[in-house]
């Protein structure tokens, strides 16, 4: 029988951090399904969702082991599938650009919380423009919507939460 962990790695960027990580997952018989990585300022993130075989649970805590003694924060947490909490909700693709202040995250988020919208995955991250250099801000993200909850009303409120941010916004549903 396998089990799901969810393992987060935070800690100081440096090569082959991955490749470590991943292989004590093949040592011990173990498949990543997803995962997220990114390395931020000079620290390294790392989360993933790894399908274990139960007889390999404990091996595997022991193998980590070294990485926390070089300082890494780890957690392996044992997770249950809960594909059906969300069942018949509709996903949506949600883009948000514009010029970076502060802010733009919580407004955002906590318009989607206040909806009772849950956020499944969101990436966001800043670049520069190209003639000015101004920082510019990004936002991409997946979030599933209760199928009571009617469409126009929530992005609607989004789309003017946008424009008093100064930013775009837009809402599409997952093909």
């Not at 404990?58 to 947490?77: T, V």
């Not at 920082?135 to 929530?154: A, E, M, R």
């Amino acid at each position: 029988m396998s089990k799901n962990l969810v393992l987060t790695l935070t800690g100081y960027d440096k090569v082959g951090l991955v490749d470590y990580v991943t292989n004590v997952f093949v040592k011990h018989e173990s498949n990543v399904e997803s995962s997220r990585m990114a390395r931020l300022g000079g620290e390294f993130a790392m989360l993933m969702l790894v399908t274990v075989p139960e007889k390999e649970l404990a091996g595997i805590e022991s193998d980590f082991q070294e990485l926390r003694g070089e300082g890494y924060r780890l957690s392996l947490i044992q997770t249950e599938d809960d594909s059906k909490k969300y069942a018949g909700w509709i996903p949506y693709h949600i883009e948000v650009a514009g010029a970076d202040h502060e802010g733009i995250i919580h407004e955002i988020s906590h318009h989607l919380a206040s909806q009772n919208i849950n956020i499944e995955n969101m990436d966001t991250f800043t670049s520069p423009a190209p003639m000015s250099g101004t920082p510019l801000f990004t936002l991409k993200g997946v979030v599933v919507v209760s199928p009571q909850l009617h469409f126009h009303t929530w992005s609607e409120a989004l789309e003017e939460i946008g424009d008093k941010l100064n930013v775009s916004v837009k809402v599409e549903m997952v093909k």
